[in-house]
């Protein structure tokens, strides 16, 4: 099986690119955001079905684990574990997963809330041994700091990553405390 490819993004499509490496051309499914004509490496993952077989690759060996963790779960194929990891950073999704932040993993297209907590439920232990460590995470604090940011009318996605450090970097301070210092935080980045 082909474990890394290196070479030329020759052509980008929806979702996949064509990695050209010793004159062959690799079709190659990625959540990775790519620049044509760009030199890459990727850890790739081979999917071989009755009718196909599909390559799957990624800039970093965690995320090709945590889409080999994603397919494992039932309901949650390439496609959907693809889709996934398209739509959340590795770290925010890993994230999620370790403090059963189902909103989150539900904003991925074609994953509704029983298919999230379903991933939850069959991943949750499994982010702890990984390679990164959750242990500074309140699991209630930053559910909660997202739940009031939420009802401000900010969008979690686009406060997922920001709360996540906050809560991160201030492991002491409550949801009261945390919420004046993420809108500071927003209101600084417009």
């Known amino acids: 099986m082909i474990g890394k490819l290196q070479g030329i993004i020759d052509y980008i499509g929806d979702g996949y690119v064509i990695l050209m490496t010793g004159g062959v051309g690799y079709k190659v499914y990625t959540p990775e955001y790519l620049t044509p004509k760009a030199t890459i490496s990727l ?5 071989v079905r009755e009718d196909s077989i599909r390559l799957f690759g990624f800039s970093t060996m965690t995320a090709q684990n945590l889409f080999n963790q994603l397919t494992t779960v039932s309901g ?3 496609k959907v574990a693809l889709a996934i990891m398209s739509t959340i950073k590795t770290e925010t999704l890993m994230s999620a997963i370790a403090t059963g932040d189902a909103k989150t993993i539900a904003t991925a297209p074609g994953v509704g809330k029983k298919v999230a907590e379903k991933i939850i439920v069959e991943l949750k232990n499994k982010m702890g041994g990984g390679s990164f460590d959750f242990g500074t995470v309140n699991d209630g604090v ?5 739940s009031a940011l939420e009802s401000l009318g900010y969008r979690r996605m686009d406060i997922i990553d920001m709360a996540q450090k906050l809560v991160s970097n201030n492991p002491k301070l409550d949801v009261a405390q945390l919420v004046p210092i993420a809108l500071k935080e927003i209101s600084g980045n417009k």
């Open 76 to 78: 949650v194929g390439p």
């Open 43 to 47: 850890w790739i993952e081979t999917i």
């Open 142 to 146: 930053l559910p909660d700091l997202l």
